[in-house]
């Protein structure tokens, strides 16, 4: 159910963007695997953000969304604080509803760039296990509507040298950053702990339709 969920703004303006980016880009060494891995990646979207079926589309990019976003990983961090205050039974709710959700929300930002590929560009190495990758659109002309625009990747390398993409965003302006937002005010609001916990639970089974 696609159209359930409001995608998030992709680009929220220059103050948020001021917040959020010194977050994610402090200067470092590049990262020539990290960016090999994203280049993987936006070679295996083309042909999908390329379909002219939107029913071909979404269901291309939900599944691209399975085989590389870590959903548990960014889960768990869209709810800050509150991660640690779930129950166990919330826990087992919480991550299919949220995988789901967050599902909806990659395909409708990724359907932005229907037609378009994208190349990668450069990285920020923040750490060993924490990548930067940034890509722009490829023969983008002066004043198309993409031309400016750059697309961030956040990669997370486990121990065992694995790669998967833990967060996404558009000039300066993450995904993960604004669900974890949204979560902790709608948990805050509802008195914290796990009735807020409860709270955001049935709002995002509104949101899936289930």
């Known amino acids: 159910m696609r159209a359930t969920t409001k995608p998030f703004a992709w680009r929220l303006g220059a103050m948020i963007a001021a917040v959020v980016w010194p977050l994610y880009a402090a200067p470092a060494a590049a990262d020539e695997a990290a960016e090999a891995y994203i280049q993987s990646v936006l070679d295996e979207a083309e042909p999908i953000l390329g379909e002219a079926d939107d029913d071909a589309l979404f269901d291309g990019l939900a599944a691209l969304v399975d085989k590389y ?10 709810l800050g604080q509150y991660a640690r205050q779930m129950t166990a039974e919330q826990k087992e709710e919480y991550l299919p509803l949220f ?3 967050a599902t909806q929300i990659y395909q409708n930002a990724l359907s932005n760039y229907s037609g378009q590929k994208l190349n ?8 060993e296990r924490d990548i930067i990758v940034n890509s ?3 023969d983008a002309r002066p004043g198309d509507s993409f031309a400016d625009i750059t697309v961030h990747w956040r ?3 486990d121990r065992e040298g694995k790669m998967t ?7 300066n302006v993450w995904l993960a950053i604004e669900q974890r937002s949204q979560f902790t005010s709608i948990i805050a609001n509802n008195g914290g702990g796990v009735k807020g916990i ?3 639970l049935a709002q995002l089974r509104e949101q899936v339709g289930s």
């Open 69 to 78: 976003v870590d959903m548990r990983r960014v889960g768990l961090f869209t």
């Open 99 to 101: 995988k789901e959700y």
């Open 120 to 127: 990668v560009k450069n990285s920020v190495d923040r750490s």
């Open 136 to 138: 722009r659109i490829a």
């Open 155 to 157: 990669v997370y390398r």
């Open 165 to 171: 993409v833990v967060d996404a965003g558009a000039d």
């Open 198 to 200: 409860d709270a955001l």
